[in-house]
């Protein structure tokens, strides 16, 4: 049973970049359908505050407050005029078809030209201890507290390297949090050193990075640069961090729960299995699929935001109309050449701005060739750096990611390699001396998230009668 | 020009077939390099379903199954290192009158070879296999039949061959074999020559092109079954389930992952490098399983995979020497049924080749039986695309 949506565009998102290519495509006309995997639109740039945390709005957001509400009262207007289906996952692609599941239920759906606006994910290097409870990524820590509610703790240790960091703990202590810490494993030098780039680029942006740690300062809490994480350690919970930082070779802090994350991971594998191909780059460490000025990644594929660059949401909504324009202009439609102009122009400023920041707040690659055998390195399959270790030292012949993952099971867990992919990607090319980008990535596979077998059942699948 | 490096034998393919062959070769002496363009065991012999099944066999086929089984059971003593092989038994599930009477002939065909099969039926059945759908009515069950992982198996065999004296080239397409006074000559992608005076093509799903190069092809073709795995549940299915009617194979891993495999078979792409398992087939295999496995309904999948087999219409592999050329032998297109056989394929083929009687009997699995057009299996319309 195929629904046939070829006539419309599609997107796949509700994010910063999904809404803003939505609002191209509807002004121009279009009837765009929109699939969004979660139940409200804003993905997690602009991830709306649920019921319960409407109380707290200015609070969180201080002068920022309205305009996140009458932006979030003109996408509900957009989407109104769009055919938006929240709470639908998009798990397979292949040719003109893509595999979805709401509702419980699988459904197939042919499609037109789309644009995948799929966003990014949190990512996280391995260090002995994270698999306690009361362990989260960043991203999490926010999404505990924007649509739960949540503290993820009462004493919160923010860690890693990344501008998320102090925008998160910022985030809990103007809500009322306890910040116990929060300690970045970048350098204070390097970051300077990338300040003039950033200046240059996105000078609000700098800005309000700096006044985020100045509020934190105000409020007592210690800020920690320069550091190195050495574990999290605790019982049936986390209850310390420790770390080293200039000759204090034992630091610790006392927590319950720790934020940690090391910048952003793209969310591209509906895109390879939609046919896009990928290019390695350095700055950002990770692979990313090729595009075109304007985003499109295929004959009739366009690719916008987190999920194909580390952008922002700023940049993700250049991207989403940019995306939008040019898939009007494939099918003929008269488009604004000055805007056009304008908008690359910008787009170009925020991936400059976003690669200074890669360059600024490079994570600590360089720790996991010192993890101890015993530190879990895939967390679903329960691998430890030790086994992938030993495997890669038996392997014969050239040794790439997915050979090593067939041999230790490392990726083939729930989290689909999420979580530990870029991790055994670095230790990989360690381990072997070969480039990072010699050692490929994960392949991505359908279903790109877990779909339950009672999703396939027949008369789940609407063919009743 | 460069002189050729000079060895007792050269094999094509490092998979299951090519390592088994190498490493019985190279520990009766004989200077042995194995030749594979890719990895170690990454086609076939790393995706396989691992399943060691001894039941569900022509009775022409148990003297090498049985064998193989031995060598299977045996594994860490002469391979040196775990395949993580289980003797998770195997059984056998129809759920309607045609097939319980496919079901009965297995069993009086393994019962001939000396299995030991069990028939389950109606509470029997019921209070074995309680997730299983009550349309099922008949079940067999082998004992001895058991399970290994596909992806550690062939690599371990590998490196035994090495520890005999062999040598392996990995990353090394053949380009061009010839033959000449006695002996072939094989030239690599790289630009290195190799000869010996016996050449074993054991080249799995690609096999047909030295076949073909030597005046007797065969109807190989590519293809594999679309395989899947749920998350780590709690452990409660030991033997390995199929049905009889061919559309599902099914284990739990210890671990708690259950693995299946569906139909039908998928043909390999264009290049034949890889089998990509369209979307759709991800719905048929859970369609499968919510209709036979009612108590895993609430489990969740979380990957798919594939991988290129070699097929022939019989279904049947080809083992044995050429029919065209003196030194040339041949082992390849086990159509699925490649994993459990490997061992003693190896075993077997390397007697033939050094002029020992092979303890199995070869003769069904000669190539010349394609040449007068040989059966086609009722199997290719079920399982495959067309």
């Known amino acids: 049973m195929t629904e046939d949506l070829s006539h419309h565009p599609l997107i796949v998102g509700a994010g910063p970049a999904g809404l803003a290519a939505a609002a191209v495509l509807q002004e121009a006309g279009r009837r765009p359908i929109i699939l969004d995997e979660a139940p409200q639109p804003g993905g997690q740039g602009t991830r709306r505050l649920s019921p319960a945390m409407e109380g707290s709005r200015h609070r969180l957001f201080g002068r920022a407050a309205q305009h996140m509400s009458a932006r979030e009262r003109r996408e509900d207007a957009l989407l109104a005029k769009c055919d938006y289906r929240a709470g639908t996952l998009v798990w397979g692609a292949f040719g003109d078809e893509i595999e979805v599941m709401r509702d419980g239920r699988l459904q197939r759906i042919k499609r037109g030209p789309m644009i995948i606006a799929s966003g990014a994910m949190d990512r996280i290097f391995p260090i002995p201890g994270w698999t306690l409870p009361g362990v989260y990524s960043i991203g999490a820590a926010q999404i505990a507290l924007k649509r739960d509610a949540c503290f993820i703790g009462r004493r919160v240790v923010f860690a890693g390297s990344s501008p998320l960091l102090y925008l998160a703990a910022v985030q809990y202590l103007r809500a009322g949090g306890h910040v116990a810490a929060v300690l970045d494993t970048t350098a204070r030098g390097a970051k300077l050193r990338a300040a003039p780039g950033m200046a240059l680029r996105g000078p609000r942006t700098l800005l309000d990075g700096l006044s985020m740690m100045l509020e934190l300062r105000r409020a007592g809490i210690p800020i920690k640069t320069g550091v190195t994480l050495e574990g999290f350690e605790g019982g049936a919970r986390v209850d310390v961090v420790r770390y080293r930082i200039a000759r204090d070779r034992d630091a610790r802090v006392e927590c319950d729960a720790v934020a940690f994350g090391y910048g952003l991971r793209a969310e591209s594998q509906l895109a390879e299995l939609a046919g896009a191909s990928f290019d390695f780059d350095m700055d950002f460490r990770q692979w990313f699929p090729k595009l075109d000025i304007d985003g499109r990644a295929g004959e009739r594929l366009w690719l916008a935001g987190d999920g194909a660059r580390i952008g922002g949401a700023a940049a993700a909504a250049c991207a989403g109309q940019l995306a939008a324009l040019s898939l009007l202009a494939s099918e003929g439609a008269n488009v604004p050449r000055l805007e056009i102009r304008r908008l690359r122009a910008r787009l170009a400023r925020w991936h400059g701005f976003q690669r200074a920041m890669a360059r600024a707040f490079a994570p600590p690659t360089d720790g996991l060739r010192d993890l101890p055998d015993a530190a879990v390195l895939c967390r679903c399959e329960r691998v430890s750096v030790g086994e992938v270790r030993q495997a890669i030292a038996l392997q014969q012949g050239p040794v790439e990611v997915n050979r090593v993952k067939a041999i230790t099971r490392c990726g083939m867990g729930r989290c689909q390699g999420r979580l530990c992919g870029l991790a055994l990607a670095e230790l990989t090319a360690g381990a072997t001396g070969q480039t990072l980008e010699a050692v490929g990535r994960l392949r991505a596979q359908a279903p790109i998230r877990p779909i339950p077998v009672a999703a396939a059942r027949r008369a789940a699948m609407g063919c009743e009668g | ?386």
Request: aromatic fraction near 10%; charge should be neutral; include cysteine.
């Open chain 2, 1 to 386: 020009m460069k002189e050729p490096q000079t060895f007792d034998a050269i094999i094509v393919g490092a998979g299951l077939f090519g390592c088994a062959t190498g490493f019985f070769l190279a520990q009766r002496g004989l200077a042995t390099a194995i030749l594979e363009r890719g990895h170690v065991g990454a086609q076939s012999s790393g995706a396989n379903f691992g399943s060691l099944r001894l039941q569900g066999r022509a009775e022409r086929q148990f003297p090498l199954s049985l064998r193989a089984q031995a060598l299977w059971e045996d594994f860490e003593n002469w391979v040196g290192e775990s395949c993580e092989y289980d003797r998770t038994g195997h059984i056998y599930f129809a759920r309607n009158d045609e097939g319980r009477a496919k079901l009965l002939e297995y069993v009086k065909a393994g019962r001939s070879a000396g299995l030991e099969i069990e028939i389950l039926e109606g509470e029997a059945l019921r209070r074995r296999l309680p997730f299983l759908t009550e349309d099922a009515h008949i079940a067999c069950h082998s004992p001895r039949s058991a399970t290994a992982n596909p992806r550690l198996a062939t690599p371990a065999i590998c490196r035994a061959f090495l520890r005999q004296g062999g040598t392996l080239r990995s990353g090394c397409e053949v380009v061009r074999v010839a033959h000449r006074d006695g002996c072939f000559r094989v030239e690599t992608a790289g630009g290195e020559t190799l000869s010996a005076p016996f050449l074993v093509n054991a080249a799995g799903a690609w096999a047909g092109e030295i076949a073909g190069r030597f005046g007797e092809p065969v109807p190989l073709f590519g293809a594999g079954p679309p395989q899947f795995v749920t998350e780590p549940l709690p452990y409660r299915l030991r033997p390995v389930l199929q049905s009889i009617e061919g559309d599902l194979i099914l284990r739990q891993i210890p671990r708690g992952n259950f693995i299946f495999a569906g139909y039908p078979r998928t043909r390999a792409n264009a290049g034949g490098k890889f089998t990509f398992v369209p979307p759709r087939k991800v719905e048929t295999g859970l369609q499968v399983i919510a209709e036979t496995m009612p108590g895993l309904i609430s489990a969740q999948v979380i990957r798919n995979w594939s991988g290129v087999e070699g097929y022939l219409p019989d279904m049947l592999p080809v083992i044995g020497p050429s029919s065209t050329t003196e030194g040339l032998f041949h082992a390849f297109g086990a159509s699925g049924g490649g994993f459990q056989i490997g061992p003693a394929v190896g075993e077997n083929l390397a007697s033939l080749i050094v002029g020992d009687r092979p303890v199995c009997p070869l003769e069904d699995y000669a190539i010349g039986r394609f040449s007068g057009g040989a059966e086609t299996s009722d199997r290719i319309a079920r399982e495959f695309d067309t």
